[in-house]
């Protein structure tokens, strides 16, 4: 029996478009979303997978400073990029990518922001912002670098931190300067829009309470930590002449801003409301119904991004939701990774500390690319990257044991005649339920590494089943035994073949055809009785071609020329 069909919506962080993207981002949420998409859709649900290029934020205006171009400019010659990386290079599976400087977005990044004030969680107060004498006017966060009082980092920002993640409130950072022109910087009064975020807090703590089970332990225990604190009015405009337009006209009077031609609405508020205007989109564009993946009890949230973009959905995005409408669903898993880094440093591109995505998979394979990253994904904390592990890991695990064990057992099997009613011993069928029930588990949870532990731990047994038979003497001493252990190895290839799917589609897609599975079969992960569903399947394998390997090893020579690049 299928279970319940859901309506599963997957927001993916946004990613500035001041650069190409690194393979941090991979890991940090862009593979974990791609992965969680596909098996859902496999499980038969209703998937909606949304994001796009962050256009507003101030790296863009900075990138656009330093090349003398318009922040547009930047912008749209990086969202280009991004699409075909997604597209092209990583075969990502968004259902919509968009952009954030559209007038769909702005639009309704005024409704949540007029909502908010009709709600009374938004009030007009003063704050300090950097000014530059030398330039004569306002700096955005990004434009100012200085010294963090938490960790002593160097090139902090004066909003947030990159090294500790630590948030910083306007005049906390030390020894301030424009990146700009490296003149030091000035705090001046200026006039804004805040939200009330304690007048939220007894709303979000019983939020948090309700759904922060399903999250990471650390994810959970670092948003509480910000409720216990206690929130406080953060402003949500800029003095800006890049983000979304202050919809002036739909404001009371009394509660209109002085200067408000040259503010905008800023980033970190807008930004996340792009999974609700990119859903609205898709609709718009597909001529389908957006309301089953935001209302009713039969749908599902998931979001995936890095841990600088923690409480921006554990906290704020949820309290903009339900302020803007009480009905709307709110983030059930936010599957929040720590940082990738490159051989201890921290990835930056200004610091020249980098590995393009486009590079490393086009070089490697993204099939290769996708195993090594959800290996070592840095769910609980920061993982690091090295060409050296790259290798050992790509080499020893995934041909090891996952490529060695289907080639050899597809090779040695190859040209033998099967048996007419193959039956499946009662230990590999344990092994095949077991394999998918961890990683079924695992796939829900967002728990990508013991997924792929899952995978290699089968894949491991069916290589000490084929060591301890010594099944190429068998195929020549006694071939009825002989055939009824192929059977249970090609039972567990067959098992792979689907298990393997959300992680490692190309691979799983040559060896349905190496096997002539069919494309229009029911997935095993439908059923509740996978292991039927497996042997129906293992039963039907038809070789029709001669097995080639899946995967080819990293040499010493490939590795050696990264040193030199």
Aim: some cysteine; overall charge negative; proline content about 4%.
């Amino acid at each position: 029996m299928n279970e319940t069909k859901q309506n599963i919506l997957i927001g993916v962080a946004w990613p500035y478009v001041n650069g190409n993207l690194h393979i941090g981002h991979l890991a940090g949420y862009l593979l974990a979303a791609d992965i969680e998409a596909r098996y859902q859709r496999l499980k038969g649900n209703e998937v909606l997978m949304v994001s796009g290029s962050d256009c507003y934020g101030t790296p863009i205006t900075v990138e656009a400073d330093k090349r003398g171009k318009t922040p547009k400019g930047i912008a749209d010659e990086y969202h280009a990029k991004d699409i075909e990386l997604f597209q092209q290079t990583l075969g990502l599976t968004y259902d919509l990518y968009t952009r954030t400087d559209t007038q769909h977005h702005a639009k309704i990044t005024q409704d949540f922001f007029i909502r908010m004030i009709e709600q009374g969680y938004i009030f007009i107060g003063t704050t300090e912002q950097y000014f530059s004498a030398t330039q004569n006017r306002f700096l955005p966060d990004r434009y100012i670098q200085g010294t963090c009082p938490h960790c002593g980092f160097l090139e902090a920002r004066s909003d947030q931190c990159d090294n500790c993640g630590k948030l910083l409130d306007q005049g906390e950072v030390i020894n301030p300067i424009s990146k700009l022109t490296k003149d030091p910087v000035e705090l001046k009064e200026t006039q804004h829009y805040f939200i009330d975020w304690p007048k939220l807090q007894p709303k979000l703590v019983e939020y948090v309470d309700n759904v922060s089970p399903k999250w990471k332990e650390w994810v959970r225990n670092e948003t509480k930590g910000w409720l216990h604190e206690g929130l406080k009015p953060r402003a949500i405009t800029r003095d800006l002449d890049w983000g979304v337009p202050i919809p002036i006209d739909r404001i009371p009077k009394e509660l209109q801003i002085s200067d408000y031609e040259n503010k905008r609405i800023y980033v970190w508020f807008d930004a996340v409301i792009g999974y609700f205007s990119a859903s609205l989109l898709w609709s718009s564009i597909n001529n389908k119904d957006w309301k089953p993946f935001w209302y009713g009890d039969n749908t599902y949230h998931y979001y995936f991004m890095g841990k600088d973009n923690l409480v921006f959905h554990t906290l704020f995005w949820p309290g903009q939701l339900m302020s803007y409408d009480e009905k709307a669903h709110l983030p059930d898993n936010v599957s929040i990774n720590m940082f990738l880094n490159y051989d201890g440093k921290q990835f930056s591109k200004s610091r020249g500390v980098s590995i393009d995505i486009d590079y490393i998979v086009k070089k490697y394979g993204n099939d290769i690319v996708r195993f090594y990253l959800a290996y070592v994904m840095p769910e609980k904390k920061d993982a690091s990257f090295t060409w050296q592990d790259f290798q050992e890991r790509i080499n020893s695990s995934l041909i090891g044991t996952l490529g060695n064990f289907i080639h050899r057992v597809l090779t040695i099997g190859y040209g033998v005649e099967r048996l007419k009613d193959p039956k499946i011993s009662e230990d590999v069928q344990s092994k095949i339920l077991s394999s998918f029930s961890t990683s079924k588990d695992a796939l829900e949870k967002t728990e990508f590494r013991l997924y792929v532990d899952s995978i290699l731990q089968l894949a491991a047994h069916g290589n000490q089943l084929v060591d301890h038979s010594k099944l190429w003497e068998l195929k020549k001493s006694d071939l009825p035994k002989f055939q009824r252990i192929i059977e249970d190895l090609y039972a567990i290839i067959a098992a792979l073949t689907f298990l393997i799917e959300p992680l490692l589609p190309s691979a799983s897609e040559s060896l349905k055809q190496i096997l002539s599975i069919e494309r229009n079969i029911e997935s095993p992960w439908e059923k509740d009785d996978v292991v039927s569903r497996i042997i129906k399947e293992a039963q039907s394998i038809n070789l029709n071609q001669k097995p080639i390997p899946l995967f080819q090893k990293i040499t010493d020579e490939q590795i050696q020329e990264e040193s030199i690049i």
